[in-house]
């Protein structure tokens, strides 16, 4: 099994995210859930992860969005992990 992280800012996007999707049957379990990328970033550093599924527009990503955040904290640290995007925009 594959490990995901579900990182939103929207505690109803991530719980349909959890729960919508038979992530079992795909092969993965859910490690865990961030509301930000910062508290995403801490989870992966105390936690090994295969696959992150991250909101593209999220008030702390506003800045940066997520490209950047993949292209440096996220890929420099966590090269290991899949990054994927979403929006529920």
């Avoid at 940066?64 to 420099?76: E, L, T, V, Y």
């Amino acid at each position: 099994m594959y490990s995901l992280l579900i990182v939103d800012d929207e505690l109803l996007v991530r719980n349909h995210l959890r729960t919508m999707i038979n992530w079992e049957r795909h092969g993965f379990v859910i490690a865990g859930e961030a509301s930000n990328g910062q508290e995403a970033l801490e989870f992966l550093a105390r936690k090994k992860t295969d696959a992150v599924l991250s909101d593209i527009r999220m008030p702390s990503f506003r800045i940066f969005g997520c490209r950047s955040w993949m292209a440096s904290s996220f890929q420099a640290k966590f090269s290991d992990a899949t990054l994927i995007c979403h929006s529920s925009c």
